[in-house]
Structures are given as C-alpha cells and as structure tokens.
C-alpha cells in the first residue's frame, strides 16, 4: 500500500518557536520525518513524502510537491488514487511526518484495520487525524477543526465502514514543547536508557541538549 | 482478576480548579470513577476501589480504605495478594480512577497483555502508569516521578517480563483542563454526536455546560 507522508518545508513546527529556533525546527522535522519514514518501511509499506517543496534532504522514497493547503493537496491525491478508475485500488493511506513515536507495530496495526475497513483511522491528541487508510473512492479529508470528528462524519456520510486504531503512539503528534518529553520518555524506555543508539529524533534532541524534568504534574523537559 | 481502582476522596483532581469548584470536581471525579468501573465489569473483571476515605457514593463494587500515600497504599495491596504465598495469586491489576477514556476493548488488551507476561504497563501521556497488571511477586510501584520509567525499570531490575500496552484511551487521564477536550471528543465520536445516553464524565461535563471549542492548534473546551 502506498502510504503518503505529508510534510511542510515552509515554516515547519511553529508551535515549536518557544523552544528552537527556525534553523533547529527545520532540522528536527525532518528527523521526525526520516524516522516516520523508517517506520512505515520496516512495517513492509511503501512511503512517498507529499510536500509543499522542494525537500533539502536524503530520503530512502519518492517525493511528490504540491503546494496546496494540506486538505487539497491530500484530497487530490486520494482522488488520483481511489476516485478515477473501475476497480478500487487497493488502498492509500495518509500518516504524518510529526508521529515521532511511531513504531513498525503500531503503523502495522493501523494498515491491518485498513485492510479491514473502508476507512481506518488512528485520531490524534485533542481531535486531530494524524493517520488513516482509506480504500473508498469517495472519502475525503476536511483537516481544519476537529478533523477526527469531520473524518467520522464524512465517512459515515458516505456509508464506509470505519475502524478506529487506539494508540498513544500514534495518537502522540509532536507540535508544542510538552510533546517532546513524550519522545524521550518512550526513547528512553526503548533503548533501556542507553542513549548510543534509538531513532534520529530523540536523539537530535538529545544531542541540542534536552533532557527530561520531572517537576509537579506531567514530565516536561528542560535544555542545558 | 481483581482490578484495583485507587481513588482520592481528599480534594481530587486539584488541577482542575481553574474551571471546576471543589464540589464539583468531586462529582466530576465520581463521574469518571463510575464509568472506569463499568468499564472494568464489561472487560469481564472484579473491580475495587482503594480508596483514600469513605466514599460518599453508591458504588458497584467492594472498597478497601487506605488512607496511605498512593505507592504505599498500591504496594501493601499488591504484597497482600501477590507477595506472601508460593503460589503466586494469578494476577492482580490496578486501573486509575481518571481514565474517563477506557473502553471495555482497550482494558481486555490491558488484562490480555497481562496474563502473557509477569507485568504490562499501560503508559500515561507524560510518562506517568495509567494501568497495569503483575503477577511477579516482587513488583512494586513508585507513583513518584516519570513513574512509567520508574516501573520499567523495577521489573527489569526483578527480571520480570513486560508488555507495554500502545493505547491512547488509557494513556489519557484527566487531569488539565485541555484533557476535558479528549473526554468530549471521543464520546460524540463514540456516540454519533447523540448527547442522550453514554457515559457519565462527559454527559456531567455537558450538563456543567462544557462544549467543544475550535482555535489555533488542538482543540479546546468552553464553558458555557
């Protein structure tokens, strides 16, 4: 299944600012990328990044640029895949390049409830989409809002059967200072602590200095 | 299996003053009690609150009050029933009391994972253990801290087994207000926007006049 990986070469990561300069964003979207990319080929699929630009970086897959709003530029490539032909092909499916906690198992369980299910989707934290599979010639995606929702209700709309994929890790999108403790706490807890090895994004931020800071509440993390 | 659901009567869910009243807050916390119980029942398991006080509430199910420090109370109920024979009790779980989330599909992987292996932690967002079932005899918890690493490392360190269970409806407790957001999302995802029937937290939260707000980045709450 050809699984697209939307990415943003403009302004990536704003949400980020408080913390890393737009040098640092740029440099830690794209290891978030490259491991979600990693991901989906170690889970046996096959990635092709989708763009807004041109991406000044080495990736292991095909990269399509379409500079439209994410809505249009994933709507039209649903539409080029699923809407023109007879025969349904087969199936797409849409994960975001910010995913950092992705692992092969739970993009694996997300493709598996895609193959089920004419629409699968894992929603992210506070109503986001932040991956789904789609084999209906008629689903599109709305992601202003709660796009969860919208997704559900387009999908109903249309009569699809839907799965719902339940994973924090695939739930956990990395956009504001508090999601980086959640990267290095599940890096952390993977590689036993040892920080050798493991995925390039825990590691980038690792090397840039953060560390986890246990205050009262949730875990935050700090910088040296 | 005998699921412990340990439950603060002395000013829960503190974190939530700044859109809750402590009375309030105390029935919201009874809400979400009552349905993490269902919950449990549905799973096809024997809740019991570990409670820190007497609870002023009709409840399904058996309470044990212990009015220790979380970890305390945790580890002297998991000696009680783990710990002193040679035949090692089965299994023992312990589900928070906030996890207005949990589905009866989401805690049968929790209990599943747990009768494979000698311990299975379900992660909280932040780093903290929303969940989990042992049957070592030696496992004990530390609620203190990044505690999901916590008790990573205490089984390791007693050669125990463990799963870890990727789910985000227990990896969500409700603890901020902007997690009142993800109680009221999944359940008008869960019930096709009908506010008739469902759960208690959210039905309570709707009645309090909490509604869905859409801004920049996640979605929020408003209160009417």
Do not use: Q
Not at 75 to 102: I, K, P, Q, W
Not at 113 to 124: F, L, M, S, T, Y
Not at 175 to 192: F, Q, S, W
């Amino acid at each position: 299944m050809e699984v697209l990986v939307p990415f943003s070469t403009d302004r990536p990561k704003s949400r980020l600012s408080a913390v890393l300069t737009p040098d640092e964003r740029t440099a830690f979207s794209r290891a978030m990328l490259r491991d979600v990319l990693d991901a989906i080929g170690e889970a046996g699929e096959e990635p092709r990044v989708l763009a807004t630009g041109a991406v000044d970086a080495d990736l292991p897959c095909p990269v399509t640029v379409d500079d439209r709003p994410l809505t249009d530029a994933v709507n039209a490539a649903l539409d080029a895949r699923l809407g023109e032909s007879d025969t349904v092909a087969d199936r797409v499916a849409v994960v975001m390049a910010d995913l950092a906690l992705a692992t092969p198992d739970a993009l694996r369980e997300l493709f598996a409830a895609g193959r089920e299910a004419e629409v699968a989707i894992a929603p992210g934290r506070g109503g986001g989409t932040n991956a789904f599979v789609a084999g209906h010639p008629e689903f599109e995606t709305d992601y202003h809002g709660t796009s969860y929702l919208d997704h559900r209700r387009i999908a109903d709309g249309i009569g699809a059967s839907v799965a719902v994929v339940d994973s924090h890790r695939l739930a956990t999108d990395v956009d504001e200072p508090a999601d980086l403790a959640e990267v290095l706490i599940h890096a952390e807890a993977d590689d036993g602590g040892d920080d050798g090895d493991g995925e390039r994004a825990p590691r980038w931020l690792r090397d840039a200095g953060f560390a986890l800071e246990t205050t009262g509440g949730r875990v935050g993390v700090e910088r040296e």
